[in-house]
Every structure is written in structure tokens, then in C-alpha cells.
């Protein structure tokens, strides 16, 4: 898989509508300038691509980890901004409900779903306010690497 598109292509068509769909999914500017979650999403993805090519599971966890931000989707009512709390637990649903496909992809999907699952735990406005027990957790997982690899490219921007 080159591009964004090839795993587009070879998702399953209930998933493509899934990620289609994130086109809907407004996002803060301040966190994710690119406006949507499936331009995001794009973005991401093709930054692990690029940077971990060789990586399945860094890949795979760029393309499903926003997925549930459509169905978690709200306006914060005193800012009128967009939010999605509680998607990376929609999107580790549907890491199981696609790990099929995950696995036809080359990738573990207990892996993808470890990324997924924490991708927000790992953003430093919250690993910094989480306490130490709930840190040694993570970081004792076999699967951290992957996890703090994959924070390098989850930023908003075209950068």
C-alpha cells in the first residue's frame, strides 16, 4: 500500500462508507486545521506511509484511529466548537468489527487496536494530568513503541 487510496480501494464497502462519512465530522481548528476528520485522516495516513512504510500496524492505526469521531460527533456548548470525546473507543469497536481486513492488510490487530484505544491517552495535554499507575500501564505494553511512533505523525496540519 503506496497511498491513502490503495487502502481505500481494498477496504470493504460498509468501511469505505464509515471513512467516507468522517467528511461530515467538523473538527476545532485549533487541534486540526484541515477542517474534517476524513481530510485528517488522509493526512495521517499517508504520513505513516511515508515514515513507517514497512509498519502495517502504524499504517492501519492511522486509518482507523479518528473512524468514530462521526458518531461522536457534538458541538461544546459554550464554545460552538466541534468535539468527538469518547471516538478512540468507537474506533477500537470497529478495529474488531474490520480485524479481517486488518489482518488481510498484514497488520496484528490487537496492535492497531492498542494505538487506537490510546492514541488521546498518549497527546501530552493528557498523559501529562494522567496519574503514574495508569502511565506504567501503557508504557509496560510491549506495543508502546508503536504507540509513541504513531504520536509523531497524529498532529493536525498538511506539515
Known amino acids: 500500500m503506496n497511498k491513502f487510496r490503495d487502502l481505500y480501494k481494498a477496504s470493504p464497502p460498509d468501511l469505505r462508507k464509515i471513512v467516507f462519512d468522517q467528511w461530515k465530522a467538523k473538527q476545532n481548528p485549533q487541534w486540526h486545521p484541515e477542517g474534517n476528520t476524513l481530510k485528517h485522516i488522509i493526512v495521517v495516513t499517508m504520513r505513516a506511509i511515508k515514515q513507517f512504510g514497512n509498519n502495517k500496524n502504524i ?27 469518547g471516538h478512540e473507543f468507537v474506533s477500537a469497536k470497529l478495529v474488531d468489527q474490520y480485524q479481517a481486513f486488518i489482518k488481510q492488510q498484514g497488520a496484528d490487530v490487537e496492535t492497531v487496536k492498542f494505538i487506537v484505544a490510546n492514541h488521546m491517552r498518549a497527546k501530552p495535554s493528557t498523559w501529562d494530568k494522567m496519574r503514574q499507575i495508569k502511565k506504567d500501564l501503557i508504557i509496560k505494553d510491549p506495543r508502546y513503541k508503536d504507540l509513541l511512533d504513531f504520536t509523531t505523525i497524529d498532529k493536525g496540519g498538511l506539515v
Do not use: E, R, S
Not at 499504517?59 to 470525546?85: E, R, S, V, W
Open 59 to 85: 499504517i492501519l492505526a492511522a486509518y482507523f484511529h479518528d473512524l468514530g469521531k462521526m458518531a461522536t460527533y457534538a458541538k461544546h456548548p459554550k464554545t460552538n466548537q466541534p468535539t468527538a470525546y
